[in-house]
């Protein structure tokens, strides 16, 4: 069972510590320039972090306990593919899902 | 359809965040579920929902509450799997850091992974946007995510059946997110930053407190950096924005 002051703490906790991460920037530095070099590593914030968020969950879900899974890295193939041919997001997205469900229902 | 006044940015805001609707509605109510599963009440469960929305951390939290791991122990994790809030925060500033203060804090309270990239992306492919268009677009593409997280996590509580393994819903973010990498290799330099950066998140997989997605999120952006520099130097103007 979860103690409730430990609970509470966490709650209260990661909601301000949350609000200054996503804070610290735009309140802090607001419209003051920042230097070139800062910004063209900015510039690649995205696209680094969110393929470095889903790799090891496509190779190692959580899902399957870590365990190498078939349908869910073929609904990554999919939808990363659909995605860059289409640009589309809900075309990669359905496509993805369909692939997963698909391949989950015939796979047993 | 062309942005020309803030109220055209924010329908397009919420036009282009639309399709995370499929994926809100099943991770708010899992988050719903697992919480009362714990044994969390509803109202603790909501509250931890609105007071924090970060669905990555709210569950990591859950977990590690429930393994009676120390608080402050809880507490630097799940701020951990958050630090990438933090450079969604500056890599915004150039384009929002002139909107009034109300204004960024309202960003930064709910700045979720969704509404930071359809932002970005939006700000990268049409740079004459006015700072007041920007903010507009960014309180769209959270419109259709922000609520749906509380509500959801509100029915998922109340309802607070357990969902079957087989329904796969670990996989509703990786879907989600991969879907929304595709269309940001634009350059050179934005392919090497996410080869490095998921070659590293796979090495560093096991690096404590979820630090190995800081290290790998900080590989490919150093990488993304020098590739264009070099391009910029074989190739003057090939990579301006």
Redesign the interface.
Known sequence: ??DKT??W???????I???F???????L????E?PP???????????????????????????TDGQFDL??IS??VV??S???VT?N??A???S??AT??GM?YFLG | MPITTTKSAYRKGVVDASPFVLVIIPFASLFGLLATEAGLNVFETLTFSIVVIAGAAQFTALQLLGDDVPTAIVLASALAVNLRMAMYSASLTPWIGGAPVWQRALAAYMTVDQSYVAAITQYERDPQMTVPQRMAYFFGTVTPVVPLWYIFTLVGALVGASVPDSWALDFAIPITFLAMIAPMFRTAAHVAAALVAVIVSLIAVDVPYALGLIIAGVAGMITGAQVEAWMERIKPGSTAR
């Not at chain 1, 703490?9 to 909601?15: A, D, H, K, M, T």
């Not at chain 1, 991460?21 to 309140?27: C, M, N, P, Q, W």
């Not at chain 1, 590593?41 to 190692?60: D, E, G, K, N, S």
């Open positions: 069972m979860i430990s609970l703490i966490v709650i209260i906790g990661l909601g510590g949350s609000f991460l996503r804070f610290v920037f735009t309140g530095v607001g419209e003051r920042m070099w800062l910004l063209r590593h900015l510039r690649y914030t995205a696209v680094a972090i969110l393929p470095a968020l889903v790799a090891p969950q496509v190779l190692w879900p959580s899902g349908p869910r609904a990554a939808t990363l659909v995605g860059l640009k997001v809900l990669a997205i359905l993805g899902a997963l469900y989950l």
